[in-house]
């Protein structure tokens, strides 16, 4: 007897797994209830994040009307002149001499006896009748011990004409017993600065 040969038999290829979505298996008794999906983690974040990703649209700035932004400059301009005006009316009226400014430097110079400070407040005329040294020699018998120095020096009743005024000055002595003494400056004004011109015993 021949021996039975093998049957070889070709096997049909395994099916390819089914990756199709099977529908939730119910558990409630009411089979015919539609399956309840619910969004996963994934899908609620997406959603919110949406509602943040449109961009909101800004309003475009609007230009400065023409008439507003002729005013605006007009301002600053006559902001502008009335700094720069009174820049310079301060630097006039600091660097202007008056008669006030040089009798309150006349009085300095008593207080601080300084006697070559007022033979320069003194006027060109002034100082042409004078010396340094007689100026100094005044001030040195200020300074006695019979006068005690000057401790103040006041002016009132100053009057002005044009280019020439008048001032009465009082010194008050560091010696109790010395009366004040009171002075008529005469001041005159050369070249635009005063000076101390003359001065007399009241």
């Known amino acids: 007897a021949q021996p039975a040969h093998p049957n070889y038999t070709e096997t049909a290829p395994a099916a390819p797994p089914d990756y199709t979505q099977q529908a939730p298996i119910s558990t409630s008794p009411n089979e015919n209830a539609q399956p309840v999906y619910t ?21 475009a ?7 507003r ?20 009316g301060g630097y006039y009226y600091i660097n202007q001499s008056t008669p006030e400014k040089t009798l309150t430097a006349a009085c300095a110079t008593f207080i601080n006896n300084d006697p070559q400070g007022f033979f320069n407040q003194l006027s060109t005329n002034a100082q042409g009748q004078t010396t340094g040294a007689a100026i100094a020699g005044q001030f040195q018998q200020l ?27 009082t010194l008050t002595f560091g010696n109790a017993s010395v ?24």
Do not use: H, M
Request: proline share 6%; net charge positive.
């Open 179 to 202: 009366q004040p003494s009171a002075f008529n400056f005469t001041l005159v004004n050369e070249n635009g600065t005063w000076k101390v011109d003359a001065t007399a015993s009241a």
């Open 143 to 169: 300074q006695s011990s019979q006068v005690g120095g000057v401790k103040a020096c006041t002016f009132n009743n100053l009057q002005q004409s044009g280019s020439n005024a008048t001032a009465r000055v």
């Open 61 to 67: 700035a609007q230009p400065l009307p023409t008439k």
């Open 39 to 59: 969004p996963t983690a994934w899908q609620q974040k997406g959603a919110t994040s949406d509602q943040y990703s449109t961009p909101i649209s800004q309003p």
């Open 69 to 88: 932004r002729t005013g605006l400059i007009i301002g600053i301009a006559v902001l502008l002149l009335l700094v720069v005006g009174a820049s310079i």
